[in-house]
Structure formats: C-alpha cells, structure tokens
C-alpha cells in the first residue's frame, strides 16, 4: 500500500511544475495531480509537460497518478455517439500526457445513467465507451481507475461490473470513500468492490454532502475500512489523501498525521 496526497490539499489550483517542489520539500512520497494543474489542450502543452517533468526529475517526488478533468466535453461516456467519440479522442490524449509524466493511474469520473436506462444497460454503455480508452492503457502501460460517485444507486457496485466486463488489468475500480460514504455506506462499497478496487481516495463527510474533510471530522466509520489497507490486506494499490487541509496544519504536519492513521493510530 503505497500512501499518497492529492494536489488539492495545497489549496487553490496551481500549475503542477510550481506545486512539485512544495509538496516535495514538505517530505510527502508521492502526489495525484488534480486536473486544473495542468492546461490540457492549450498549445503550450509540452512545455507545461516538460517544466512538470523536470520539477518531478529535480526533486525526485513520485506522480503516482493524475486525476483526469471532467468537464461535459470530456464525458467519455456521454450516451450520444458523435460527443462520445470527441471526448473518447481528448480523454485519450489525457492519458497519453500522463504517461509522459509518469504517472501510474489515470482517474475517471463516469457520467450518469440515463433517463430509462436500466443498470445493466448503463454497465454496458460505460464498458462500450471505455473500452478504446483501455486500449490506449494497455499500449501507454498506464492504469485507469473509473471512481464511484455519490449517484442515487450502489455505483461502487456499477464500477465493479463495468471492471469485469472489460477484464483487463489497466482498468480498475477508484473507491471513493466519501462517495461511497454519501451512498451504498463504506462497508457495503468494500465488500462490493472487492479486488476490483486499485486506488483509493480517501476523505471524510457528514453522509449528507461530498465535504472532502480529513479523516476524522465526519462520521464515517474507519474501523469498517482499515483491515482493507492493513498489514494483511492483499490491496497494493494508493491511497490518496483528497481532503481540504485546515490552514493550521502544515503540510509535513499532515503527513505525520496521515502515517498515524493508516497505520491505525488515528489522526493524532
């Protein structure tokens, strides 16, 4: 198990060459940059690409992974054919760039079933739809994670499936625990996720609103969630820290608090 922080909890966003040095010097092992760090399709690019690089080469952070932005025009798995297959062409050079940088995972938001959509026809849509983003995985060599989201039904369970139908090893399920916290409840996103399960966002909430607080100040139950990353678990995935860290904590700070936590000590 591998522990990592999500570029927002530097606060505002920040170009990811300029965030790299902070977080490094801070002593945190490996990061997940957040889409607005970096400007997809602006044609400056390869320079926003090459300065990341060389920040991450200088100062020996690992990327572990980028979160892929989710704007309408990149809903991969938008039901309407022509918009699916523009946004299936930009998400796949998404994750190109994140090869170039490293990276490991590329996290993908789905988009919601449709009106009258049953849910196995909503498993069949998204595995159609994100079945040439996989293939671009598997030549890249990089890993996409698809994330549950607070919908109005077990979704941790619907990535699941959607992971089995495509039965490739770069594509696995992202656990939101917030998400899942808000929904099916953590536990029974556990159990339904399972081995699928390859990358784990970790925040906490009061199960009413997507809050994105340290682990600790909502109500979710950890004691449900910890054998699943502890020293027996077969889980080798992140986990990935993306909570809004409080001004009064510094960066190293949450680091030490986040060591004590995953490795059941709390949070100090």
Known sequence: MKLAYHTTVIGEPQPLAE???????????????????????????EEQLDRARDALALTGLELYSVHATFDEELDWSNPDEENCELAQGMMGSVIEWSAELGARIVVLHPGRIAEGETDAGYVERLGNNIAPLVITAETEKITLALENMPYEREHTEVMAQVARLLASERLVVCLDTGHAHINEGLR?????????????????????????????????????????????????????????????????????????????????
Do not use: Y
């Open 19 to 45: 965030l790299v040095p902070v977080m490094a010097e801070a002593g945190l092992p490996a990061i997940e940059a957040a889409s607005a760090t970096v400007r997809w399709f602006k044609p400056d690019i």
């Open 188 to 268: 029974r996103a556990l159990e339904v996720g399972g081995e699928q399960i390859g990358h784990i966002h970790l925040h906490d909430n009061d199960g009413k609103s997507d809050q994105h607080l340290l682990p600790g100040e909502g109500n979710i139950n950890w004691r449900d969630f910890m054998p699943f990353i502890g020293p027996e678990s077969e889980f080798q995935g992140a986990v990935v820290l993306e909570a809004h860290r409080p001004e009064s904590v510094s960066l190293a700070e949450l680091h030490e608090k986040m060591c004590d936590f995953v490795e059941g000590r709390g949070m100090g």
